[in-house]
C-alpha cells in the first residue's frame, strides 16, 4: 500500500551525488495515467450516458481540430487487454486511469446504475492487481455527466451533492480494490477553460465569474467526498483520497524587479494554491486572490467580490481534506507584471500578471504550450513541501507531446524525461522533498481534448487510421521500463 516512501530522505550511502547514481526511494510508484474520455471510446456503448465531452466534440465548428471526437480514440473500451499489455510491458507499479461517471451512472445520479459500465471497471481493477500493479483512480476527469451540466453543471450546488452520491458509489463498488483515490483532476483547468473562457467543455464564457463559481463548487465536492472516504469507508478500506492539482512553476521576468516577483507569486496563487490553501491549509482561498479580485471587482462597479466566500461552517469542512498531494506539472512560465485597467472582467484580469515563454526553452512539438523546463518541477516540489507542510507527493502527471507524425524514435523526448527524473532526483536527496511517484501522462497516444489527435503524449503509439487501434512503443517506452526495472537512470555510458 502506498503511504509514506519506507527509505529516509538523506543521501544513501552508495550515492556519491553523481545521480546518474542514484536510485528512486524503495517502493517509489512507477506509473502512467490515462482518462475516460480520451482512451475509452464507445461513447454510447452498452448504456453509457452522454458526457459534457461527448455533446461538445459532436458540435461542429471546429471546436476541437479537425472537428476529431473521442467516439472511438484508442478503444479501451473493448481493448482493455492491449492496454494491460503495454502496462506489463513496462513494468509499471501504478496505473492511474479516471472512470466515466456517466458510464456508471448515465444520467449522473444513482437513480440508476449501468451494470456494463460497473463490469467494465471491475475487470480493469481486477487484472490490474492480478498483474500486481496498483490502480490509482481518478473519479473525475473532465467528463461531467450531460445530465448534471443540464441543471447548472459545476456552477450548480447541486452538482456537488450528485458528485458525493457518485464518489460514495464508487468508494462503495470499487474500494474494497482500490486504495488511491483522485477526486477530481484538475479543476483549474476545468473552471477556467471550460467556464470562463469556454475553449473546452462545457463551453461555457462567463468571464470574471465562471471559473470562480465553478472552483467553489468543485472544492466544495471534493471536500464532501474526501469526508465521506473519511467517515463511511476509511476504516475498513484503509486506502487515501486527495484531488489532483496542476501548476506550472513561475520565475519574476525580471529577476530583480519586485512587482514582476510578486506577480509571479499571484501566477501560483490563482492557480495551485487557489485549491491547495482552502484543501491543505486554512479552508478558504489565498489572501491574494481574495485582495485583488475584491479590489478589481469594487473598481468594475460590481456590489461585492466576484471571489464567492465560503461559510465559516464550510471553511472547518474544507480544511485539511487531502491525504497526499497530487501534482500535474507540465510547463514553466516568466511572469511580468501587467495593470489591468480594462472594465471587463476575467480572472486573467485579476491576476494582473503576464506570461511570457523564455524563447530559449525548447517547446514541445505536440503542443505550443510546452515549453520543456524540467529543473520547473524541483522549484515546485521545494514550494509545495515548504507550503503544505511537507506532504507526501505524487507527481500524477507529467509529459511531453510529438505532433502527428510522430517517430517511433522518439530520443529527444526521452532526453526530456531523464532531466525531469534527474531534477526529481535532486528534490528527493538535495531538498527533502517526499515524492512518492512518478506517472508520465500518458501510457497511449489519444484524444488530446481540443488538439484531437494532432496532439502525442503516448508511451505507446496508437495508430488511429488502423481499425485494430494497433499500439507501438516508443524508444521513451522502452527506456522508461530500463528506468523502472533498475528503480535508477541508467548511466549513460552503462
Ligand atoms: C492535462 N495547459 O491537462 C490533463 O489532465 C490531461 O487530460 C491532458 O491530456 C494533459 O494535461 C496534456 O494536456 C492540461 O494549458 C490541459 O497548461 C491544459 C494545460 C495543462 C494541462
Known sequence: MASTPSTTLATPAYCNWNLEDASFPEQFAWGASTS???????????????????????????RVFENQTGDVTCSSYTLWEEDLKCIKQLGLTHYRFSLSWSRLLPDGTTGFVNQKGVDYYNTVIDSLLANKVTPMVTLYHFDLPQCLE?????????TVEAFDAYAHFCFRTFGDRVKLWLTINEPYVIAELGYETGIMAPGIKEPGTGAYLSAHNMIKAHAAAWHTYDEVFRKQQGGLVSIALNSDWAEPFHPNSPADQEAAKRHIGFCLDWFATPIFMNGDYPVVMKSKISAMSKKQGYPSSRLP???????????????????????????????????????TGDKEAEQVTDPSWPVATGSSWLAVVPWGLRHLLKYIKDTYNHPIIYITENGFSQSDPAPLDDSRRWEYFRLTLQEILKAIYIDDVRVAGYFVWSLLDNFEWTCGYSSRFGL???????????RVPYTSAIEYTKVIANNRLMNLHG
Open 309 to 347: 466566500e465560503f461559510t465559516p461552517e464550510e471553511k472547518m469542512t474544507i480544511k485539511g481534506t487531502a491525504d497526499f498531494f497530487a501534482l500535474n506539472y507540465y510547463t514553466t512560465r516568466k511572469i511580468k507584471h501587467q495593470d489591468y485597467a480594462c472594465g471587463q472582467p476575467s480572472s
Open 150 to 158: 443540464d441543471r447548472g453543471g459545476w456552477r450548480s450546488g447541486a
Open 36 to 62: 475516460a474520455y480520451q482512451i475509452e471510446g464507445g461513447w454510447d456503448a452498452d448504456g453509457k450516458g452522454p458526457s459534457i465531452w461527448d455533446t461538445f466534440a459532436h458540435q461542429a465548428g471546429e
Open 460 to 470: 505507446f503509439h496508437v495508430d488511429f487510421e488502423n481499425a485494430a487501434l494497433p
